[in-house]
């Protein structure tokens, strides 16, 4: 099965609206984290934002935030007022507590910014 | 910033070649990472190593040999490549075993 499902392989969205990227998870760990990077056509993954299995708060940096329903195993990464800069292709990532410092990433999404 | 480099960007090796890929990360991090990324399978962990000499198997390691001798250098060996093995490879860098893995550029390698 996989660990980490984005069901997403590409998406649109306007410039100045806000965009969710899905991200689902399986696991059977209690403790574990969630990550998002941004890889630009450069290359460079970029870390975005992270969610640990025990934070209450949705986690925020900036104009990201993550949708975190642990319940549904969800854990989806909203961008706010899309710029250009934006486009990318977006990784969501998990670290289960029994792997350490093992990271297991989706599939990915690509993200294209329209003006 | 923390800063991880990679020794090429782009290379072209041919089948049989042994094949080297350098990392060096500037930050002190005890653990590094190898990683190889093909379109609709996000990254894979091939090696990884949390210690000088020391190193752990990831999620495909077969066909891949890592050496560690120095804390900021982690490299990465395709000890007789094949075709199977083009792709785009990552090398990362974490402090401790909770933190944030942070990513040199990239090196795409394609085996002729």
New interface residues.
């Given amino acids: 099965a996989q660990k980490?499902t984005?069901t997403q392989?590409g998406m649109f969205v306007q410039e100045k609206e806000a965009v969710t990227l899905d991200c689902t998870y399986d696991t059977s760990d209690q403790s574990y984290?969630l990550?998002w990077?941004k890889q630009p056509s450069?290359?460079?993954?970029?870390?975005l934002i992270?969610q640990g299995s025990y934070d209450e708060q949705n986690a925020t940096e900036g104009r990201y935030s993550l949708n975190f329903q642990k319940a549904r195993k969800s854990a989806n990464l909203v961008i706010s007022a899309s710029q250009l800069g934006d486009s990318a292709m977006y990784?969501c990532?998990m670290?289960e507590g029994w792997r350490?410092?093992?990271?297991?990433?989706?599939?990915?999404t690509r993200l294209m910014v329209k003006p | 910033d923390v800063k991880v480099t990679q020794s090429s960007r782009y290379l072209v090796k041919r089948t049989g070649e042994k094949v080297f890929l350098e990392c060096v990360q500037d930050m002190d991090h005890e653990n590094m990472f190898w990683y190889r990324q093909d379109p609709g399978l996000g990254l894979r962990l091939i090696y990884f190593s949390y210690d000088v000499k020391m190193k752990e198997k990831g999620d495909i390691p077969e066909g891949y040999s890592v050496s560690r001798e120095k804390k900021e250098r982690f490299s990465l060996i395709l000890e007789s490549a094949s075709t199977n093995q083009t792709s785009m490879y990552l090398c990362a860098s974490s402090l401790g075993v909770t933190d944030t893995q942070y990513f040199g550029p990239g090196t795409r390698l394609t085996v002729l």
């Avoid at chain 1, 450069?42 to 870390?47: L, P, T």
């Avoid at chain 1, 350490?100 to 990915?108: A, E, I, K, R, S």
Wanted: no cysteine.
């Fill in positions: 980490i984005q392989p984290g990550f990077y450069s290359g460079e993954m970029i870390f992270y990784f990532a670290r350490g410092n093992m990271l297991t990433f989706g599939g990915g």
